[in-house]
């Protein structure tokens, strides 16, 4: 688990292209184009030569349609690279303008008539804009597919982490006999913990995440001692009775301790804080960070922890992450009444 963003393109932003190079769009263009062929031979008719004007218009558009899926697979790496409008915008185009291309030397070999020239170029207009925005629809319906599937994975694989039991089991030996109370409390949190784990249930309340967090972070500033310095400030509100999936924000708490607190030599802070204004429950996760001493990785628990939170709210709720040179901070805002009306 890290705390970075997310792999982005170049310029910062997640691509929307879809992949003009897999078998999969191939198939789906050839499709299109077959049916396109036949609504095009069947409205025009072509009595005895109704064959010939299909055999006709199918490699027209074959070409066109094959040709233009050969560029934007070739432009698809430039593509990348350039800014979130032109992703959009220029697609589209490579058909039409190669649809004209065409029509022009099928003109010149006496195949095409020059009086159809502007409808056909518009019918292609209105035909690309139409297939590029159902390919742009499946690719980020197949993006957001993974998406789920990855952060389900990654949730599960998060939630409680070998090293994390064998530290806790080790610092537990270690209090048995200078402070039983204090292992026995241990002992209480980490129950807790792996029974939220194991829970067959998928939701609880925030109250119930932050009771957990709480004994998460507890356990570790044992371990670490004075190196961890735990600023907890969430006071009793009923706004935490809200329901949240459930160790949503654990992976939060260890990316705090693994990325903040682990690697730094001198002291390190967590912060957990939780506002109420305006309707919304507001959670504060943080941690800082030694920059001599910073760990680097991947982002993928943070993202995973968006994910989860995007398909339990929707829209209702607000995920932002902050990183400065010297601290991480994950900001998380909770409607009070979800899609569902829990309160």
Not at 66 to 74: E, P, Y
Not at 186 to 195: E, G, V
Not at 232 to 238: A, F, M, R, T
Request: hydrophobic share 45%.
């Amino acid at each position: 688990m890290a705390q970075g963003d997310t792999a982005r393109e170049s310029n910062g932003e997640l691509s929307p292209l879809p992949d003009f190079c897999s078998a999969e769009t191939l198939l789906r263009v050839l499709m299109v184009a077959v049916l396109l062929a036949l609504a095009v031979a069947l409205l025009r008719g072509g009595g005895q030569n109704w064959h010939s004007a299909l055999a006709l218009h199918a490699l027209f558009i074959f070409w066109v349609a094959l040709t233009s899926l050969l560029i934007l697979c070739g432009l698809r790496g430039w593509l990348r690279g350039r800014p979130l409008a032109a992703q959009i915008v220029l697609p589209p185009l490579v058909p039409i303008i190669n649809t004209a291309i065409v029509y022009r030397l099928a003109e010149t070999l006496v195949l095409a008539d020059p009086a159809l020239r502007w409808p056909v170029i518009g019918v292609a207009t209105i035909l690309s804009l139409m297939a590029m925005h159902y390919l742009y629809l499946q690719a980020a319906w197949q993006r957001e597919t993974r998406a789920v599937a990855a952060a389900r994975e990654q949730a599960m694989r998060a939630r409680l982490r070998p090293h994390f039991l064998y530290n806790s089991m080790n610092t537990i030996a270690g209090l048995c006999r200078s402070d039983a109370a204090r292992a026995e409390q241990i002992t209480l949190d980490l129950a807790d913990l792996f029974r939220a784990t194991f829970a067959s249930g998928d939701r609880h309340s925030l109250r119930a995440e932050l009771d957990l967090v709480r004994a998460f972070l507890g356990i570790e500033q044992t371990r670490f001692g004075e190196r961890l310095n735990l600023d907890w400030d969430c006071p009793d509100h009923p706004g935490l009775e809200i329901e949240v999936p459930t160790l949503v924000l654990q992976p939060l708490a260890e990316n705090a301790i693994q990325h903040g607190i682990a690697p730094a030599r001198g002291e390190g802070r967590v912060w957990v804080r939780c506002r109420m204004d305006s309707g919304r429950v507001t959670v504060v996760i943080g941690n800082s960070v030694e920059p001599q001493a910073r760990s680097e990785g991947t982002g993928t628990a943070t993202e995973a922890v968006r994910l989860r939170l995007q398909h339990a709210f929707g829209g209702q709720v607000h995920f932002q992450s902050r990183h400065e040179p010297d601290c991480f901070e994950v900001s998380i805002r909770f409607p009070l009444a979800t899609r569902e009306g829990a309160q």
